[in-house]
């Protein structure tokens, strides 16, 4: 049945509401009340993402998947035989991504992902538990690869303290370890990918890519949500270390 505002009504039997079962979903609201509200909110903004409903789906790791896919539909940044890095790689939905698209499932190429967290295997894709900001992580890598690197990626995002600049300084602080990192791995002409959140801080990054690179894009997919600050910044054509 519908409610007032158009909405399905969770009932006993049948109906799917955006993939998930009524009955599903009626449980999942029912363990929500015992959750605080900030997790309840979470819950609910889950439960009613297309995205999140889309990656289930189609067999991706993430909602953040389509993020990248979008990106790379646009400007068409991987081709066959890529070699590929993936910071911050859990749960792995930019890497099946990569995977996929430079042939690595097929023995073409080559896509790492390294996250501090396990991730579940996926085809193409070797993963390594390692901290990329370890002095031997370029060379680690790159042994991993076979050579250096034609394109990173970096969707990583710090802990957050709940201190609005607090958080913000350690997102930048991450971005900039990674440009850093994708300088030493690259190759002459590769590109490199990275999320920001919206900040005056965010231009330092993007003058010292502006150095590195030839083109500097800041880039806002249809997968990320309307109410968050995130960016990514896209720099292709490396002029080389």
């Not at 993430?62 to 991987?78: G, N, P």
């Not at 993963?127 to 690197?149: C, Q, S, T």
Request: proline share 5%; charged share 30%; aromatic share 8%.
């Amino acid at each position: 049945m519908s409610g007032k505002d158009g909405t399905r009504t969770p009932g006993r039997q049948g109906g799917k509401k955006d993939g998930i079962t009524t009955r599903e979903f009626a449980v999942r609201l029912k363990k929500a009340r015992s959750l605080k509200p900030s997790s309840q909110q979470w819950l609910q903004r889950q439960l009613n993402d297309p995205y999140v409903t889309r990656a289930k789906r189609e067999g991706f790791r993430s909602r953040a998947a389509f993020k990248f896919l979008e990106i790379d539909d646009k400007y068409r940044l991987l081709k066959p035989g890529m070699r590929i890095v993936d910071l911050g790689a859990a749960p792995g939905g930019w890497s099946q991504i990569a995977a996929e698209r430079v042939g690595s499932v097929d023995g073409k190429g080559a896509v790492v992902g390294i996250d501090l967290l396990e991730i579940e295997p996926i085809p193409g894709v070797t993963f390594a538990v390692m901290d990329f900001n370890d002095e031997d992580a370029p060379e680690r890598l790159k042994a991993m690869l076979g050579g250096p690197a034609d394109g990173v990626l970096s969707d990583m995002a710090a802990n957050t303290t709940g201190h609005k600049k607090t958080d913000h300084l350690r997102i930048i602080g991450l971005a900039e370890l990674a440009v850093e990192f994708a300088r030493e791995v690259l190759v002459p002409g590769g590109f490199f990918v990275c999320k920001l959140f919206q900040g005056g801080d965010t231009t330092e990054i993007v003058t010292l890519l502006k150095r590195e690179f030839a083109v500097v894009r800041h880039v806002k997919p249809a997968a990320s949500r309307a109410d968050s600050a995130e960016l990514y910044v896209l720099a292709t054509g490396f002029r080389g270390a």
